[in-house]
């Protein structure tokens, strides 16, 4: 089931993705069970669930250590993004001006949403934690996560709109191997990464056994699992979002998540 959230002039709706593009009301609850209804609704796409938590994973991919000239980490690197970084399919990344920064990046990853309350899960029993997947961007502002941050990533990764995901929520047992996954971003039409989730170096059942480790991950939990090689930073001449782009996250089996970028608009202090 490919699941998508709509906002309508009644409201906002869990819908269910149909083969055609339309989408149909879903009646129920998103972590207790979600049924199609069967009538056809339209609205604005939003991102596909509003997360209780957002845990991201730094440097979890072997090619993208490789570029970075750093090895390879003996246990998950976890950073945070508040929740206030959520950002909807088609609307816009918006370059900080306020805590300005000129070298915004971005970085496509796998999000794995957590469907029920997870504590020391076993790598046996972890993907049955699984609720689905969708489609991430890591915005991160290199300057700020390397030298504004108090030597912590996250002021540079919890600017507003720093977190595009969508367009859907896919259920897990339509992506029975999330290791098994095409995962490519694409900037201005031009292809940047281009990987497999197979890279990654703790695959994602490690994932869910290290972070559940004595702490609780409730549903609605979403757990970002790094990038592969190709972002900006790690290129010859480093390659830095700019207002009037368009980035777009593409997973097999999920779909595109594709967001413009624009400049944060200060107002005058008169």
């Known amino acids: 089931m490919k699941i998508a959230r709509l906002e309508t002039n009644d409201g906002s709706f869990y819908a269910i993705a149909q083969e055609d593009g339309s989408y149909t009301q879903a009646t129920g609850d998103l972590y207790e069970g979600l049924s199609d209804s069967g009538t056809v609704i339209s609205g604005k796409l939003l991102a596909p669930l509003e997360p209780t938590n957002i845990m991201c994973i730094g440097l979890n ?26 950002q909807n399919p088609g609307d816009p990344i918006v370059i900080p001006r306020k805590q300005f920064s000129d070298k915004v990046d971005f970085e496509a990853e796998l999000a794995v949403v957590i469907g029920k309350s997870c504590y020391n899960a076993s790598r046996e029993d972890a993907l049955d934690y ?3 997947y969708t489609c991430a961007n890591d915005v991160s502002a290199r300057d700020w996560q390397k030298h504004g941050g108090g030597r ?9 709109t720093f977190c595009p995901m969508g367009p859907v929520l896919v259920t897990a047992d339509e992506i029975p191997d999330p290791n098994a996954l095409a995962i490519r971003s694409v900037l201005n039409d031009q292809v940047m990464q281009d990987w497999n989730t197979d890279d990654m170096i703790f695959d994602v059942p490690a994932l869910i056994e290290s972070l559940s480790g004595s702490t609780v991950l409730p549903a609605g939990t979403v757990i970002l699992t790094g990038t592969p090689h190709g972002v900006g930073f790690a290129r010859t001449p480093p390659v830095w979002m700019q207002p009037g782009d368009e980035i777009s996250i593409e997973i097999e089996g999920i779909g595109t998540l594709t967001n413009p970028v624009v400049e944060e608009v200060l107002e005058e202090v008169l």
Do not use: D, N
């Open 152 to 160: 912590q990533w996250c002021r540079g990764k919890t600017f507003a």
């Open 130 to 132: 699984v609720l689905g």
């Open 61 to 86: 991919y072997i090619k993208h250590a490789e570029e970075g000239g750093m090895e390879l980490p003996k246990h998950p690197i976890l950073f945070m993004k508040t929740t206030s970084t959520l």
